[in-house]
C-alpha cells in the first residue's frame, strides 16, 4: 500500500477523535467560556430584564431607582401603626389591627426569625449565633481579621429589651439600631410584625412559669433547655 | 487484447472491507458526536464565570448555615430569584473583614451606590418564562435545578436548563417535591426507604394537587 494512504487513513482518524475529546473534556470540566448556543434564535432580545445590565446609564443599571423624593405608586406605604410602630405618639403595644395575632402568624414570625436573625442573635435571642462565635473568632486573630471590628448581637432577654413594646422592636428590625442594619428593604412589612410578635413570644418563654400553662395543656409539654451553656 | 494489462495491486483487496467498515462507523460516529456534542449537558453544564467578588456559598451558605432567603429574598415571592443588593452584605461586611482586599469592592459599592456587576450563571432564552415562586412555594428545593449551591466555591449551572430537561420533571415531579418550609435546606433527605418516601411523596402532590402544566404557553408567554 502507498505510505501516502496509510498517512491519509492516520490522520482521518485522530482528527476523528479530537471531537470526542473535546466533547469529553467539556463534559467533565466547569469552565469560564460562555456558554455555547449554535442556534440563536431569540435567546437573547434587545430588551432588558429584571436586574440586567444597561450601558446607556452611568451606573449600569436597566432598573432605575426611584428619582430622589419620588415614591412608586405601588409601594406600601403606610405612616401608621402597621408602617411605624406608632400609635399616638407612642410605640404600639399590640399588632396592628389589620395583621390580627393568630398562632400562623407566630410561626410564620419563627420561620422568618430563623431565616434573617438567628445567625447573630442566636435560635433563643441570647445574642450567640454563629456569626457572632465567627466574628470573636476573627477579632482575637488579628491576622486572620482583617480589621474585624464586632460588637455582640443584643441579648433580646436583657432588663431593658424585655420592656420594649413591640411597636419599637418593629422599628428596630425595620431601621436598624445602632450597629445592625435596617432589614425594612429586605423583609416586607406584614413579615417584620410576625418577627417583632415572635420575639415578644420567645421573651416571655425565657420566664414562663408553669402556672402561665392552661392547666389542661400542662402534661403535654415537652421539656426542653434553650438556655445556652455558661461560657468563660 | 493489448499486451498491457492494468493489474491492480494486492492492497486493494483491502478496499471492500475498508470502505464497509468506515461506511458502518460513520454514521455512527456522527450521531454520537451531535447527540452528545450539541447535548445542553456538554454545551451548558459547568458554566462557571468568574466573579467581581470572591463571593463563597460554600462558606455563608454551608458552613455558616446561612439561608438562601436571607439573600435571594425575593424568590418565594416573584419569579426572580433577586441577587442580593450591597447592602445585604454590608449588614455583616461594615464590621466583619472590612480591610479585607476581598472586601474592598464591596465597601466602593456600598458608597459609590453603584451596584456589583456579578455575572449571570443561570440564563434561560428570552423566550422562555420561569417563574421561582410557582416551584418553591409547592416544594421543589433549589436543589433540584442548582445542585449544592452550598457546597459551591463559585457558582456553576449544575443542570441542563433545557425544555426537555424541564419537562422530564414536569411529566412526573414526585420525585422533586418535599415540605416547602426545607426548600432551602440542600442536604435535606427523606427519612426512611425509597418506598416510604415515594408514598410520602405521592401524598404530597395528592393533598397539595400538584399538577405541572406542560402546556406551550406555561413557559412562552
Known sequence: MPKFFVYLGLTVIVLAMLPPALIARA??????ARRIHYIQDMDNQPKYRAQHANPIFADGRAMRPPVEGTISRTADVDAGHRGRGVVGGAWATT???????????????????EIYCTMCHGVAGYGDGIINKRANELMNNPAIGNGTAWVQPKNIHEPEIREQPVGQIFN??????????GYGAQIP????????????ALQRSQSARMEDVPPSRRGSLPVIDLMPAEEE | MGRYHFVFPRWSNLLLPGALVVGAVTPLYVVLVVAYGFSPKTTDVGYEPAQPVPFSHALHAGELGMDCRYCHNTVERAAKAAIPPTQTCMNCHTQIHKDSPQIAPLLESYQSGNPIAWNRVHDLPDFAFFDHSAHVTRGV?????????DRMEVVYQHEPLSMGWCLECHRNPDEALRDPALVTDLGWTFEGTAEEAAAEQARWKE??????????????R
Open chain 1, 189 to 200: 412589612v406584614d413579615d417584620r410584625w410576625a418577627i417583632a410578635a415572635y420575639v415578644k
Open chain 2, 207 to 220: 393533598l397539595h394537587q400538584i399538577n405541572p402544566s406542560q402546556d406551550c404557553s406555561t413557559c412562552h
Open chain 1, 27 to 32: 463534559r467533565t470540566r466547569n469552565t469560564d
Open chain 2, 141 to 149: 428545593s433549589c436543589v433540584s435545578c442548582h445542585g449544592r449551591i
Open chain 1, 95 to 113: 399588632l396592628p389591627p389589620e395583621l390580627p395575632m393568630t398562632m400562623e402568624r407566630l410561626e410564620r414570625g419563627q420561620e422568618r426569625y
Open chain 1, 172 to 181: 428596630s428590625i425595620t431601621n436598624g439600631i445602632r450597629n445592625m442594619s
